[in-house]
């Protein structure tokens, strides 16, 4: 079993691949860090990472040779379990709109937008430690306590996904209004926090998502 | 909800915690990976690094920390101190950073920040201000540890650099550093008020009341402290059950 952490050169990986080898080495799996779309395409679970503005990001992910064509053919056509953590989630939309507007993948219809605080209090970036309302559930938070009485994930961003279908929306997180915290597809999920910062509550979600079989 | 953060900072210098921290039961307690992963366990919502190392040849040491710490904790690290350039900026984020914080290079040069946001994205980009009260209502920036005056007005320069895209205010009041006495409220609530992005508050806590009084009276997202938590005087679980006896919403994960 391999799982692959995709390195398009954004930004730091080395905590995402210390958290992901911590889980996996309890359930018998190899992480690696490969900007190699070859190896993209032979994984058995992909997690696709991301820090920064949108359209840099899709930037760095057209700019490895194969990269998204490996990802919609061992993803998309062979449905291998996928996890997009914060910019990596949100490339899953249909289009960005931080910097200028830049199209995603569009695996989870819906555009990118600014959050837009309803008072003054309210600052931007969205940052620090707030829980998760579930819509539905999903095995990536099997076991995981959600609610306001729940267990906190660490978000950071100042953009969120609107999916275009709120029956792709797994979780939301309550900000004033509610931003989109986790998104779900089949074999396709995707984080707007950060798992791999989100102690107790993102080790479990690691976990389950090296477990899944969608 | 978003809940409010509390966040011990370790002084490190040449790779070494100054001071020691003097709680638990650390084998080494000048070891920041050591202390970090105790503050981990004992739920802090992020850690930050402030690096005093002098002499340019030991300015790597910190990323071997950073590294380190990185490797062994799954929360959000922020490391300042000595940072100057985007390469900098870049060896501390590929170290395992989440954040870094500029101070001086941002005084001296505003377009910094506009170069560090557009780069690396201004979730990473903190921008540390030092402040002194010059007059009623009106507090200065300063630089190399509270002596140097630049006469840039504090509030109007969190301004600018939130507009020139700093994610994150980190303020400390230069008059109440190392007093135990509080929070300059004034100065807190007139930055906090004044910008868009989280605010966190530093210098002067000697009490728990005084964490809720950042938050509360001074709007701070976040709450930083060193002392009363490096010298076991109070655990970050008992500062949590403090603030939330104050009203106040924290993480008690």
């Given at each position: 079993m391999s799982v692959v952490i995709v390195d398009y050169g954004s930004g730091n990986l080395h905590s995402a691949y210390k958290a992901f080898e911590k889980a996996a080495a309890d359930a018998g799996m190899r992480v690696e860090v490969s900007s190699d779309a070859e190896v993209v395409r032979r994984a058995d679970r992909v997690v696709l990472p991301g820090v920064g503005a949108f359209a840099d990001c899709r930037h760095g992910l057209d700019s490895v040779p194969g990269m998204v064509e490996a990802l919609e053919e061992n993803v998309v056509r062979r449905g291998r379990p996928f996890l997009g953590i914060c910019v990596g989630m949100q490339l899953l939309a249909s289009r960005g709109l931080e910097h200028g507007v830049a199209s995603g993948l569009g695996w989870?219809?819906?555009?990118v937008v600014a959050i837009e605080p309803q008072s003054p209090e309210l600052k931007v970036p969205h940052m620090g430690w707030n829980t998760l309302a579930p819509h539905q559930e999903h095995a990536l938070l099997r076991g995981i306590p959600t609610g306001d009485t729940g267990l906190h994930a660490y978000f950071v961003h100042s953009y969120h996904l609107?999916?275009?279908d709120q029956s792709l929306v797994v979780a939301t997180t309550d900000y004033g209004a509610e931003l989109t915290a986790m998104v779900a597809r089949d074999n396709i999920a995707g984080t707007q926090f950060h798992p791999?910062?989100?102690?107790?509550?993102?080790?479990?979600l690691i976990a389950n998502f090296l477990r899944w079989t969608p | 909800m978003l809940k409010c953060r509390v966040i011990p900072c370790l002084d490190v210098k040449d790779g070494r915690v100054v001071k020691g921290v003097n709680f638990v039961d650390l084998k080494d307690a000048g070891d920041p990976v050591e202390s970090a992963i105790a503050y981990?366990?004992?739920g802090a919502d992020e850690l930050c690094f402030l690096d005093i190392t002098a002499s340019h040849e030991n300015r790597g040491t910190i990323l071997d920390v950073v590294r380190r710490t990185a490797e062994a904790c799954f929360?959000?690290?922020?490391?300042?101190?000595g940072v100057r350039s985007t390469d900098d900026i870049r060896n501390l984020l590929l170290a395992g950073a989440d954040k870094v914080s500029i101070m001086t290079a941002a005084v001296h040069n505003r377009d910094f920040v506009r170069e560090a946001a557009?780069?690396?994205?201004?979730?990473?980009?903190?921008?540390?201000?030092?402040?002194?009260n010059v007059a009623p209502g009106r507090w200065e920036i300063f630089t190399h540890g509270g002596r140097k005056p630049t006469g840039i007005d504090a509030v109007e320069y969190a301004k600018e650099v939130t507009a020139l895209g700093a994610g994150e205010?980190?303020?400390?009041?230069?008059d109440r550093d190392g007093t135990r006495v509080g929070f300059d409220i004034d100065l807190t609530r007139s930055i906090a008020d004044a910008v868009s992005v989280p605010l966190i508050a530093s210098g002067g806590v000697g009490s728990l009341d005084h964490l809720v009084e950042g938050v509360r009276d001074g709007h701070a997202t976040a709450v930083l402290a060193a002392s009363i938590f490096h010298f076991g005087e109070f655990t970050i679980r008992a500062a949590k059950e403090h603030m939330q006896r104050a009203g106040l919403h924290v993480r008690m994960d």
């Open positions: 989870i219809p819906g555009e609107k999916a275009a791999e910062k989100s102690q107790k509550l993102g080790l479990a | 981990d366990a004992a929360m959000p690290l922020t490391v300042g101190g557009e780069k690396f994205g201004s979730q990473c980009v903190v921008v540390a201000i030092d402040a002194k205010i980190l303020l400390t009041s230069m």
